[in-house]
């Protein structure tokens, strides 16, 4: 199990790497430091209260929704195209166990990458000196309630990847509908809704995605 | 005696394709198995359902005495299976590759895999996806060697490889064999190497198996009569166990299943000017038998024991005229 995770954070290891690229080019940026000002669609300067008002929220969706979506394809679609599952699954593992561990290392690699940069950005804007303006954690519940349900639309692109219908047909049934859910949850207002929702809907595509792959074929 | 593999009633659907229909085998332990047929025939999806990568429709598998459907992860490790193309990560070393695999398994010989690799020239620093189709071929075959499995499906093994390489593969191939009690079921177009290496052989037809028997049975049940005339040729009345029967100038070719008294007969009451009855090694019976506009004639051995000794075979001929 522990080479089955190592290999999924090998292989994810290049996503994560450009997803952290993004992220750090966005708060260099509001940080002040002039030097990824040419990108277009980053802010070109800092925001007046961090997290609150200005750019980092609508940037850091768009990085996060893309690192979702490229991971999910990445651990299912890319098997299936290399014909790879053929070598993995004949390992002496049940089938569940392989892709829960794929699912684990995936939304591992997807929360810590996004949650980085909100922890990065928080410590830079309460360090004296830093930033003309008061600052509490409190003001980065935003930021969390944005990464909250991305893993919905990484399990939405795994199991995209993974389902066996038409590219050109229902094959990207799941991530259209993780991404209408993801516009939904982002027009809820509080966490006691959000939260629920989220874990609730990720329970249901974890076990959706362990159906998929006992009852698919991988020929 | 105790099967390592036994197949009922299996069958696959792919959308209203009936690719393997009601698939009835028996491999028992020790035996190698070459499993043939055309492109299409239904033996890789035969192979896969046996590994597990591909759901059966109806039917039941048993592999070393457990149902496939609830296969324990113990059982699992003492199967290795090869998939068609050797599918291995590209951008991983052979080291890695090894130590990956090897990590799955509490028994797992790196010493015979590095052995293997060796014995092959293959460095553990190569990439894999700077190896040849050949190498990858070996790499794979050292992987699946790994957990000394008592259980070897390999799809199409050979496929893509050069003489030399192929030799290298079967000869390794022969060394398991080698090793008691292992079993190996493999497909392959390459009749000299099934011949070379299997107990058995099965043809499968159209998803269906018509062959069960050994090469050497399978090759005696096919005959093919050249009936030279020297004028055009008469037709030959309905004759049991004809497979084909092809008009080439003023000559008759003819192939049976079963060629006997009554098929001798018939043919000389023809008048023919010559009979040749032709021994077939077993690509040209395999090309006779299912090239036949009547192939639906089974051959099949059904006992078994022949493995441990030589018993009677027998052949079933059905549906014949």
């Known amino acids: 199990m522990k080479a089955l995770a190592w290999k999924e954070l090998r292989e994810t290891l290049s996503i994560a790497v450009i997803a952290m690229l993004g992220y750090a080019a966005l708060l260099v940026n509001l940080m002040g430091g002039r030097v990824f000002y040419w990108v277009p669609g980053l802010p070109k300067q800092p925001e007046d209260v961090p997290f609150v008002s200005g750019d980092f929220a609508s940037v850091f969706t768009v990085v996060s929704f893309l690192l979702a979506v490229a991971l999910g394809f990445r651990q299912s679609a890319w098997e299936s195209s290399r014909g790879t599952y053929l070598f993995l699954l004949h390992r002496p593992l049940p089938r569940q166990a392989i892709f829960l561990t ?118 | 005696m105790d099967d390592a593999i036994r197949i009922e009633r299996l069958t696959k659907y792919y959308g209203r394709r009936k690719v393997v229909d009601h698939l009835d085998l028996r491999i028992p332990r020790g035996c190698v198995y070459g499993l043939l047929g055309r492109n299409g025939a239904g033996k890789s999806t035969t192979l896969k359902m046996l590994a597990g990568m591909v759901r059966p429709d109806y039917g039941r598998i048993q592999l070393l005495g457990e149902d496939a459907e609830t296969l324990s992860p113990a059982t699992r490790a003492r199967i290795a299976y090869l998939a068609e193309g050797h599918p291995l990560y590209t951008g991983w070393t052979i080291a890695r590759a090894v130590a990956f695999t090897t990590s799955f398994y509490d028994i797992a010989d790196r010493h015979l895999v590095e052995q293997i690799l060796d014995h092959f020239a293959l460095s553990p620093k190569a990439k894999i996806g700077r190896l040849s189709k050949g190498q990858r071929a070996q790499v794979s075959l050292a992987l699946a060697l790994a957990p000394d499995p008592e259980l070897l499906i390999l799809d199409d093994p050979t496929l893509g490889l050069d003489t030399n390489v192929r030799r290298d593969f079967l000869e390794s191939m022969i060394q398991i064999i080698q090793r008691r009690g292992r079993t190996i079921l493999f497909s392959s177009h390459v009749l000299g190497d099934v011949e070379r290496v299997a107990d058995r052989v099965g043809v499968m037809i159209d998803g269906v198996l018509r062959v069960d028997c050994s090469a050497e049975h399978f090759k005696s049940s096919i005959r093919k009569a ?76 059904h006992n078994l024991s022949e493995l441990q000794g030589g018993a009677d075979e027998s052949v079933g001929v059905e549906g014949a005229a």
Request: proline residues 9%; glycine residues 10%; contains cysteine.
């Open chain 1, 102 to 219: 794929k699912l684990a290392t995936g939304m591992g690699v997807l929360l810590f990458c996004a949650g980085v940069p909100i922890v990065v950005y928080g410590i830079w804007a309460m360090t004296p000196g830093c930033h003309a303006g008061p600052f509490e954690w409190s003001m980065t519940a935003s930021a969390w309630r944005i990464l909250l349900p991305m893993p919905l639309v990484y399990l939405g692109a795994f199991l995209s990847g993974l389902r066996p219908a038409r590219w050109f047909g229902t094959r990207l049934l799941p991530l259209i509908a993780s991404l209408a859910l993801l516009i939904f949850m982002s027009m809820l207002r509080g966490w006691f809704l959000v939260l629920p929702l989220s874990l609730g809907l990720c329970g249901l595509l974890i076990v959706d995605v362990c159906f998929v792959a006992r009852a698919r074929d991988y020929a």
């Open chain 2, 226 to 301: 050249v009936v030279e005339f020297g004028r055009e040729p008469p037709e030959l009345p309905p004759c049991p166990g004809l497979l084909g029967d092809w008009c080439v100038g003023t000559r008759r070719e003819l192939v049976f299943v079963g060629y006997g008294p009554r098929q001798r007969a018939a043919i000389e009451a023809l008048s023919p000017r010559s009979v040749e009855i032709v021994e077939l090694n077993l690509e040209d019976a395999f090309i006779e038998y299912t090239r036949g506009p009547r192939r639906s004639l089974p051959i099949f051995s």
